[in-house]
């Protein structure tokens, strides 16, 4: 699907595709786990660590995380809601709406640079708890398992 979710936008090069999420469940009851099947392939397509990907899941449902799995039982439109939510607030460029982004970590300050038109955006909801994680782990581009 396309990253942007919006399928008007024109990729002729499928630039900014991103695989559909695939989930599995584990356990019951109480004990259910969510697992990402592809997270790794998830993450590379968007250029983003597996583990800040994992790490937002965690905040946004409260519940807890390790490697590509979570804790609790998750749709996966839940799912899909979340991860769009954080396309659209740290990898998609606010200027000309492409998803090639990195970040530029400046003491306590984090932009979002785009390589497509030069933009630097640090319109970041800098209230989230992924902020801090993003600043501590200056993995930016490296993808972790
Ligand atoms: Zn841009």
Redesign the pocket.
Known sequence: MNITNNENMEDEFFRYKRPDIVLNYEGHGKNTKTIILNLLELANSLSRPSTEIMKYFSYEFGTQTKQNTLKGMFSKTDMNNILHKYIQEYII??????P??SYKIKKSKIKII?S????ESSKLPSEHKIINYIQKNKISNKIVM
């Not at 497509?116 to 933009?119: D, T």
Request: charged share 0%.
């Open positions: 460029c606010s200027l000309c709406s492409l090639s982004t785009c497509a038109c030069g933009n």
